[in-house]
């Protein structure tokens, strides 16, 4: 069974950068069938998407968090990585990776539990 | 970019009744590329409906998806206590994913 783990300081400084990673068991990031995602949660709004990463390697992102964010894989862990520059109060959130499975068309069907980071000083 | 618009924003209704939840897009959306999903407080999102009307696995059949092109439907046929928190549609298209800003179903 599929499962999603993230992890990274619950801490950040304005300006610094943020960075998480998601350790994928019961499969494995190299399989073709999946996007490996990422999304946050702002305190009482909505979801977001941040960005994925294929098989392949190839990356897509949030086109309004793009020129901030960057998203990569390492097989040998089995584990996908994220990272935002020049963070600012307003990402604070609850950051979650998901995998994104062809058989459900690409629905986001397994979530991480979440990961709190706050951006303060 | 296509935009998710949902409603409405909460909805207030008892144990028992019919809750109908609305995701209209600002582009056609393929059928196949539109999804549902439960959101509990402190918890993580559950995928509830795929390709617009599949129910994943382990999901009632009280929850139930229609629609197609801009506008998509969720229908929850009898609400129980567990049903109640917050429902995001969400659309998959050129390798990126948007969602609605969420209804909220309450219990009245």
């Known amino acids: 069974q599929l499962q999603l783990q993230e992890s990274g300081p619950g801490l950040v400084k304005p300006s610094e950068t943020l960075s998480l990673t998601c350790t994928v068991s019961?499969?494995?990031?190299?399989?073709?069938?999946?996007?490996w995602v990422w999304i946050r949660q702002p305190p009482g709004k909505g979801l977001e998407w941040i960005g994925s990463?294929?098989?392949?390697?190839?990356?897509s992102y949030n086109p309004s968090l793009k020129s901030r964010v960057t998203i990569s894989g390492d097989t040998s862990k089995n584990q996908f990585s994220l990272k935002m520059s020049s963070v600012t109060a307003a990402d604070t959130a609850v950051y979650y990776c998901?995998?994104?499975?062809?058989?459900?068309?690409?629905?986001?069907?397994?979530w991480g539990q979440g990961t709190t980071v706050t951006v303060s000083s | 970019e296509i935009v998710l618009t949902q409603s409405p924003g909460t909805l207030s209704l008892s144990p028992g009744e019919r809750a109908t939840l609305s995701c209209r897009a600002s582009?056609?959306?393929?059928?196949?590329?539109l999804a549902w999903y439960q959101q509990k407080p402190g918890q993580a999102p559950r995928l509830l409906i795929y390709?617009?009307?599949s129910r994943a696995t382990g999901i009632p059949d009280r929850f139930s998806g229609s629609g197609s092109g801009t506008d998509f439907t969720l229908t929850i046929s009898r609400l129980e206590p567990a049903d109640f928190g917050v429902y995001y549609c969400?659309?998959?298209?050129?390798?990126?994913?948007?969602f609605g800003q969420g209804t909220k179903v309450e219990m009245k």
């Open positions: 990463i294929y098989y392949s390697g190839s990356t």
């Open positions: 582009q056609t959306v393929s059928s196949n590329y």
């Open positions: 019961g499969g494995s990031i190299s399989s073709s069938s999946y996007y």
């Open positions: 998901c995998s994104s499975y062809y058989y459900y068309y690409f629905a986001l069907d397994v």
């Open positions: 969400q659309q998959f298209s050129r390798s990126q994913w948007t």
């Open positions: 390709g617009a009307s």
